[in-house]
């Protein structure tokens, strides 16, 4: 089955360990990720001003590439694009005034109105596929892994984007269940980690990283599971930072959620790029058994 | 024709534009505090987030702007989804900022960014940065 797809910018770049094991773990599901052709940057962030209409023209036009293709779905991964995406469609969809306007803008393309759902690949495993069956699908379990699902903003904010509840998500939580993991909840999980601050402030963002580092280890995480290049980012940068200032403090391995995927299903390590991670990641999947196994494939509940 | 402009005018122009630009009612907020309390970036700033709408309705726009508070704010919403009146900051942040920028005042210039962090910074974070700090 075909997925429409958009990737943006960072995931073709930075990101390719959040993108790349996505597409082979979707393949190996029964599904193609397939971009939608002419996509343009969705902007990155949303524009909050009620005035500022140019800024909603760059996502609106990725939703028409994407009804252009008869696709009523745009499946999204990099949290920074789904929020973008999905505000912009939401504002296609209600305020027919600023419809009008944005369409009368764009006169070179096909009138749009809000008809292609934005979704996340969270929401497609979880409601196209199903944890169940996912589960069914795993061939190395992640036994003894203890990952804290660290959702970030953008996933769950505003609440009328949120793929999940907003106080308490535990659609990564059951992701990893799926993969045979054991998920570590911490109350730090939707904190953020200072977003595009890193930019002006970046002496500021080792203070973002500490409390969502530290709670995630006093409740036993072993590793954070992400679903945003940022964070990634923010949060390698900050754990780095902290280890020279706080002398004792072990390095915390990030993954993202994609690669956790590709390895439970048994798919060639490679595909994950962990060599573009912070923290570590293979040493700890070592520790595990999970990196050395994984081309010997083992039955779940072998 | 003259037009007499006195402080008291000057005051509602700001509140005016404030409310046009994030189509927030300023009044609408009792000062709960609840937007201070799950801010991430609270500790960062030198007025807090709930004092910033007190400000602004008063049309106070010197205070604001001469306060780090806005250029502190992440935009990731906590106090949006948090406030029990319904209220979004994040769009009242962004409307002072927005009053700022547009005067071509910009608060980062790019060729300040260090050689390392353009070439290590994910897209997503120079896009942003550069759309919320810059006119």
Redesign the interface.
């Given at each position: 089955m075909s997925l429409a797809y958009y990737p943006g910018c960072t995931l073709k770049t930075k990101a390719r360990n959040l993108e790349e094991p996505a597409v082979a773990s979707m393949e190996a599901l029964g599904f193609k990720l397939d971009e939608i052709p002419r996509w343009n940057c969705c902007g990155a962030v949303y524009s909050l001003a009620d005035d500022d209409l140019i800024h909603q023209v760059a996502p609106v036009r990725n939703l028409i590439r994407a009804k252009e293709q008869g696709k009523n779905e745009l499946v999204t991964l990099c949290a920074f694009c789904f929020n973008t995406l999905k505000r912009a469609n939401l504002l296609m969809k209600d305020n027919a005034e600023k419809r009008d306007t944005l369409n009368s803008f764009m006169n070179e393309e096909i009138d749009y109105s809000g008809e292609v759902k934005v979704v996340h690949l969270l929401e497609v495993l979880r409601d196209e596929i199903g944890w169940e069956a996912l589960s069914q699908k795993v061939k190395l379990p992640l036994r003894e892994l203890k990952a804290a699902p660290y959702y970030g903003c953008t996933l769950l904010r505003p609440r009328e984007v949120a793929i999940d509840s907003v106080e308490d998500p535990t659609i990564l939580r059951e992701f990893l269940k799926a993969l045979g993991a054991s998920p570590v909840d911490f109350p730090e999980s939707t904190r953020c980690c200072g977003s595009y601050q890193i930019v002006s402030s970046p002496d500021d963002i080792s203070e973002y990283a500490r409390p969502i580092l530290n709670s995630a280890l006093r409740h036993g995480a072993e590793a954070l599971v992400l679903t945003c290049p940022l964070c990634d980012y923010n949060l390698g940068r900050g754990q780095k930072e902290l280890m020279k200032k706080q002398s004792g403090l072990r390095e915390m391995p990030l993954f993202y959620f994609t690669q956790l995927l590709a390895l439970a299903l048994g798919l060639d390590p490679q595909v994950c790029h962990f060599e573009l991670n912070h923290g570590s990641p293979e040493s700890l999947l070592k520790e595990r058994n999970l990196l050395s196994q994984s081309r010997s494939v083992q039955p779940i509940g072998g | 024709m003259s037009v007499t402009v006195s402080p008291k005018r000057l005051r509602r122009e700001f509140v005016k534009k404030v409310k046009?630009?994030?189509?927030q009612n300023l009044q609408s907020c009792y000062q709960c505090g609840m937007c201070s309390g799950v801010c991430?970036?609270a500790?960062?700033m030198d007025i807090s987030p709930r004092r910033i709408i007190e400000l602004a309705r008063l049309g106070l726009e010197e205070e604001i702007a001469g306060s780090k508070t806005v250029?502190?704010c992440?935009?990731?919403?906590?106090c949006?989804?948090n406030c029990p009146r319904g209220f979004?900051l994040?769009?009242v942040?962004?409307?002072i900022r927005?009053l700022t920028l547009r005067k071509n005042i910009d608060?980062?210039h790019p060729e300040d960014?260090s050689p390392e962090?353009r070439r290590?910074?994910?897209?997503?974070?120079?896009?942003?940065?550069?759309?919320?700090?810059t006119g």
């Open positions: - | 046009e630009l994030s189509g991430p970036a500790a960062n250029w502190t992440a935009s990731c919403l906590a949006t989804v979004d994040s769009k942040m962004e409307a927005l608060q980062i960014i962090d290590e910074l994910p897209q997503i974070a120079m896009v942003s940065g550069l759309r919320k700090f």
